[in-house]
């Protein structure tokens, strides 16, 4: 092969590091958005890579949305990320409607998704099963390809999630690859998903199988970020459980979702490996582990709610915060959706 052959062969561009994730304002947040993803946010940007945090407001009309309780659940978002340890001036944290790009972007990633591959998200199967599909807003069904979009508006490289967001990732990466593809660019970056640590994928407290999910009926089933100490401890003491006493190895634990998820829990709030729990606490019954479990959780979740509290007593500085992180968020977006435009062959002559 000659030089100027494997110069031909296309190397993928080198992306500078950076994260981008997001959470929906459509509910007060649970442990397991914590644990799942607001905490290792933290961690990321503790690490020193460039952060992009987003509430996706968007996402949340995709489903009905009061308008007043949106706002305050908007501002609720902001004020958890920022008592979690989200550092406005080092992360940039906004809601995602006040930059235009992710809705643009979205449009033109709907004409590159295929209905093949939406047919596939097992995300919107769940979220209509038991009811009338047909009934769902066509926001729900594209909701994936807003995803996409928000991600690619950045070309973030990397994006920490809770497990059940893999899926969608994976309908990111295949958007990205076709779009170059189509085009004959190297511009969207096949982004990587950050599924790590022992709580990616926290369960309801009354049952070991289901999601703990902020749409849960059974507020029973969840912690929510906003739950009194007494709360806390009442619901893990309540939480389901089997009779038997925790195992001597983790290996004990594969068919007990409920012990099994309470251990994550514990692993994931102390920053213990499921192992190291295990050596701690092995023969140990739940009388036991519960109490131990709900110390935890509440010395470690308590300093979260007071000082959400705090900073949602005064809703203007966070609205301030949400339009300054918009601005930073605008500045990056904005020319990657116009270079966009261009590879996709609009006319862009409008002096501004
Ligand atoms: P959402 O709002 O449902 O959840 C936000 C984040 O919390 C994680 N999570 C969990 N992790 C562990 N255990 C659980 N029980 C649990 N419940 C929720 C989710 O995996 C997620 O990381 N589609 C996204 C929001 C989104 C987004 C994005 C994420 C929109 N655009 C771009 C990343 C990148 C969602 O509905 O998350």
Redesign the pocket.
């Known amino acids: 092969m000659s030089v100027s052959e494997t110069s031909a062969v296309q190397t993928p561009k080198a992306f500078k590091p950076r994260i981008?994730?997001?959470?929906?304002?459509?509910g007060g947040?649970?442990?397991?958005?914590?644990?799942?993803?607001?905490k290792r946010f933290v961690e990321k940007q503790d690490e020193g890579i460039e952060t992009i945090y987003?509430l996706?407001d968007l996402?949340?009309i995709t489903v009905w949305q009061d308008p007043e309780k949106l706002r305050q659940q908007t501002r609720e978002g902001a004020a958890a990320f920022i008592a979690a340890g989200i550092d406005p001036a080092r992360s940039i944290l906004f809601n995602?409607s006040q930059v235009s790009a992710h809705a643009e972007l979205a449009w033109i990633f709907n004409c590159v998704a295929r209905l093949g591959w939406m047919n596939r998200m097992t995300?919107f199967k769940d979220k209509t099963a038991g009811k009338n599909a047909e009934a769902a807003s066509l926001g729900l069904y594209a909701?994936?390809s807003?995803?996409?979009a928000?991600?690619m508006a950045y070309h973030?490289t990397m994006?920490?999630?809770?497990?059940?967001?893999k899926q969608?990732?994976e309908l990111?990466r295949d958007i990205a690859i076709k779009f170059n593809n189509d085009y004959g660019v190297d511009f969207f970056p096949v982004v990587e998903p950050l599924?790590e640590g022992a709580?990616?994928?926290?369960?309801?407290l009354r049952d070991g199988t289901k999601?703990?999910?902020?749409s849960d009926p059974s507020d029973q089933s969840?912690i929510n970020l906003t739950d009194s100490a007494d709360a806390i401890a009442s619901k893990i003491r309540k939480a389901k459980t089997d009779p038997e006493p925790l195992p001597e190895t983790a290996e004990g634990l594969k068919d007990r979702p409920e012990a099994r998820n309470l251990v994550n829990i514990y692993a994931a709030l102390a920053g213990h490996s499921v192992d190291q729990v295990i050596q701690d606490f092995a023969g140990a019954q739940f009388g036991t582990f519960k109490p131990a479990l709900a110390d935890l959780a509440v010395a470690k979740l308590s300093p979260i709610t007071t000082e959400m509290n705090r900073l949602m007593a005064d809703p203007g500085e966070i609205d301030r915060i949400l339009g300054k992180g918009a601005d930073r968020a605008e500045a990056i977006a904005r020319p990657i959706l116009e270079q966009t435009k261009d590879i996709v062959g609009m006319i862009r002559s409008r002096q501004i």
């Open positions: 981008f994730s997001g959470i929906q304002p459509s947040l649970t442990l397991g958005n914590y644990l799942g993803a607001l987003c996706v996402h949340a995602q995300q909701y994936p807003l995803m996409a928000d991600i973030a994006v920490p999630v809770g497990d059940d967001q969608h990732l990111t599924i709580a990616t994928r926290v369960m309801s999601k703990m999910s902020k969840r």
